[in-house]
């Protein structure tokens, strides 16, 4: 049983598109944070969002928390060939310390 | 800047072999976390501790012990390998207090192949 699901599991767009990447639980966190990793290397840590309903915003990447805390989502605008990696959520349970990623999103963007 | 270190890098196991990935961080983190991550997948949680002497399962702890006695080292170990353990291997470190944030710091990764 996967905790965090993430959907689309890939998504293969042109440059210049918008996309959205989602990840829904049925399990309430008291923090969710987005990564995004590169081949051969460890996850690097994008945003943090900790309150229902919180957006923030990282340049063309838009993150959104849940009002429910059980589900975030990455909008990306006007995707660009460096964007591709893998992105993973990962939220941390509700008072528990066990820190759960995602399934993964795996992106490319073609130019 | 050590940050989080893990070694080995690489390696391959025969079946039923043992290892210990060693895991070790000099920010004085006390929260630390094994992932496994299967190629094209998100990681999985194994074991984590959140303070020396502590230690708590994750996600998929079976075939896996961990120890916990110092803040700056959190060893794993595979008692008896098996091909279902091949994988990548990341250890990772936080800070948690009331107040701060809980960015967390990713090793590079240890691959491990069992054949």
């Known amino acids: 049983t996967q905790l965090l699901e993430q959907s689309p599991q890939f998504l293969s767009i042109q440059e210049g598109e918008n996309l959205t990447v989602y990840c829904n639980s049925s399990?309430?966190?008291?923090?969710l944070q987005w990564y995004r990793q590169e081949p051969g290397e460890g996850p690097v840590l994008l945003v943090t969002?900790?309150?229902?309903?919180e957006v923030k915003k990282l340049k063309r990447l838009t993150f959104q928390f849940g009002d429910a805390r059980k589900d975030s989502s990455l909008h990306i605008t006007a995707a660009q060939p460096g964007d591709t990696g893998l992105y993973l959520c990962?939220?941390?349970?509700?008072?528990?310390?066990?820190?759960?990623f995602g399934t993964g999103t795996r992106l490319q963007v073609f130019p | 800047n050590a940050g989080v270190t893990q070694t080995p890098k690489f390696r391959i196991l025969k079946i039923g072999q043992s290892m210990t990935l060693q895991c070790a961080q000099d920010?004085?983190?006390?929260?630390m976390y094994w992932y496994r991550q299967d190629p094209g997948m998100g990681l999985k949680l194994i074991y984590y501790?959140?303070?020396?002497?502590?230690?708590d399962k994750g996600e998929v702890p079976n075939g896996y012990n961990v120890s916990r006695s110092t803040t700056e080292d959190f060893p794993l170990r595979l008692e008896l390998a098996a091909p279902s353990q091949t994988s990548v291997y990341f250890c990772?470190?936080?800070?948690?207090?009331?107040?701060?944030?809980?960015?967390?710091?990713f090793g590079e990764g240890s691959w491990l192949t069992v054949v």
């Open positions: 501790s959140v303070g020396a002497g502590i230690t």
């Open positions: 969002v900790v309150t229902g309903g």
């Open positions: 990962a939220g941390h349970l509700y008072n528990t310390d066990k820190l759960i």
């Open positions: 990772a470190s936080s800070f948690h207090d009331s107040s701060s944030g809980n960015t967390i710091y």
């Open positions: 920010m004085n983190h006390n929260y």
């Open positions: 399990s309430v966190f008291s923090s």
